[in-house]
Nanobody, 124 residues
Framework: QVQLVESGGGLVQAGGSLRLSCTAS????????MGWFRQAPGKEREFVAA????????YYADSVKGRFTISRDNAKNTVYLQMNSLKPEDTAVYYC?????????????????WGQGTQVTVSS
């Protein structure tokens, strides 16, 4: 059974940094596109970032561009999200997800596998 397990969330002050990790099991990790999404209370789940394995291409939501960096280590079956210059509006549950194929995808229904989420809270 495929599992994605996120870690690294927590409480941080505005301007601070956090690094999220997501480790996959029972998944042929290398071919999969990996993405991060987030969902704030009362809001829809939104795309944050994605990374393709074949060439390392990345794509970011405008709201996080220049502040967040997605990366992956295929040897460790792990994808990371480095979050810098955090803002209170970044507060949300962050989910990692996996999608088949190489097209950079931004819609949640295009991802087949999901983690349970990790809470990120940014205080002002």
């Amino acid at each position: 059974q495929v599992q994605l397990v996120e870690s690294g969330g927590g409480l941080v002050q505005a301007g601070g940094s956090l690094r999220l990790s997501c480790t996959a099991s029972a998944l042929p990790f290398s071919p999969y596109l990996m993405g991060w999404f987030r969902q704030a209370p009362g809001k829809e789940r939104e795309f944050v970032a994605a990374i393709r394995s074949s060439d390392g291409s990345t794509y970011y939501a405008d709201s996080v561009k220049g502040r967040f960096t997605i990366s992956r280590d295929n040897a460790k079956n792990t994808v990371y999200l480095q979050m810098n210059s955090l803002k209170p509006e970044d507060t949300a549950v962050y989910y990692c997800a996996a999608a088949q194929g190489i097209v950079l995808r931004t819609r949640s229904y295009e991802y087949a596998y999901w983690g349970q989420g990790t809470q990120v809270t940014v205080s002002s």
